[in-house]
């Protein structure tokens, strides 16, 4: 999207987060902060601050035979961490690779690909709290992850800003193959079963089905996949014997949001200067001069139809500014 912010303040410590979040006059009307803004829709230009973290670096904090801890600056690039986690052989960060994205919205997101959350890396959080510039430790607890979803975007929304998230990872093999088809994939290629090898699937997996937000604006999955209750679910089993889903829980199940919109037709089509990708249901794209009404008109249509045939809402992963 085409759209400006009235001030953009980019800062690279904790002192100078600190700094920025006790002057007066910068935090006096509407301000937000973003990471690389790779989940966020902009209705039209910014009237107030936008804030950036560039607070980078990687340090090991903790290291046993079996796992390593590593504590990131909010402001690194997402995929250049989990690169550097694969360079130095430790596993869990190999299926969020190429995710968009930075690390301190990796916290706040939980982001998550091929059945891993950032949640299961996730050790700690250091924030800082806007009203009082101090800084807080949250344990993973009390950060309560949950799908997309963290204490940061809500109870707490506006009132901390992740200054360094810390990861535990393993040392030894350990990876994460069952969800969908990344087993095959890997025995499709012959390739050998590595953390090089693992990354490289999952690349190749999300560049066969999702645009490069540098070449198409897009902004990922645009819906969430929605959690019903699961005799809602085994009722529409009865109508639709081939609906995929994931199991939650014992009382719900997943149902992808992709799968419901697609058997809506949407695929592929374009609305105006907006469109459904052809490759994967759940992302809206922007195919060229688009503006946040069209992309919010398309979503809304999107969410009606889905509703109307399935009976089930969705809702945006993608947040509306
Ligand atoms: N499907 C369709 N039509 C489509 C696309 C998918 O019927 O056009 C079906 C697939 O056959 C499959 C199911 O829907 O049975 C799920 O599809 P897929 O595995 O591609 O994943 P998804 O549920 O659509 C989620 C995440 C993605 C993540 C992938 C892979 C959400 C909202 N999205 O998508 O995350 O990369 O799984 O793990 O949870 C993101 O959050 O921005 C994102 C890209």
């Not at 810390?166 to 990876?175: D, G, I, V």
Request: proline fraction near 3%.
């Amino acid at each position: 999207m085409d759209v400006k912010a009235s001030w953009f303040i980019e800062y690279e410590s904790v002192a100078d987060m600190k700094f920025v979040l006790e002057d007066k006059d910068v935090m006096k009307g509407k301000w937000l902060h973003i990471g690389s803004g790779s989940n966020l829709l902009f209705k039209g230009d910014y009237e107030g601050v936008i804030l950036h973290s560039a607070i980078r670096g990687y340090e090991v904090v903790d290291e046993n035979a079996q796992e390593i801890e590593v504590k990131v600056g909010a402001g690194e690039v997402w995929d250049d961490f989990v690169a550097y986690t694969v360079k130095n052989g430790w596993y869990g960060a190999e299926n969020l690779s190429l995710i968009p994205g930075e690390v301190g919205a990796s916290a706040v997101q939980n982001i998550g690909a091929y059945g891993v959350e950032a949640k299961d890396l996730i050790v700690s959080v250091d924030a800082m709290e806007v009203a009082t510039g101090r800084m807080r430790k949250f344990t993973k607890e009390e950060c309560c992850f949950g799908y997309r979803d963290s204490v940061f975007k809500k109870e707490l929304k506006g009132k901390y800003i992740v200054a360094y998230v810390t990861y535990r990872l393993k040392k030894l093999p350990s990876f994460n193959l069952e969800y969908g088809n990344v087993r095959q994939e890997l025995g499709k290629r012959g390739d050998k079963l590595t953390l090089e090898n693992v990354r490289k699937v999952i690349m190749a997996m999300r560049e066969a089905k999702l645009p490069d937000p540098k070449v198409q604006g897009n902004a990922g999955s645009f819906f969430m996949n929605p959690i019903i209750p699961r005799e809602r679910f085994e009722e529409l089993r009865g109508l639709y014997p081939e609906m995929p889903h994931y199991e939650v829980d014992n009382d719900r199940v997943k149902i992808p949001a992709a799968w419901m919109i697609d058997r809506c037709g949407w695929k592929g089509r374009q609305v105006g200067r907006v469109g459904v990708h052809s490759r994967q249901a759940l992302v809206l794209v922007n195919c060229g001069g688009a503006i946040g009404d069209e992309v919010m008109a398309l979503a809304s249509q999107i969410q009606e139809s889905v509703f109307q045939q399935f009976g089930i809402a969705i809702s945006p992963e993608v947040n509306y500014i």
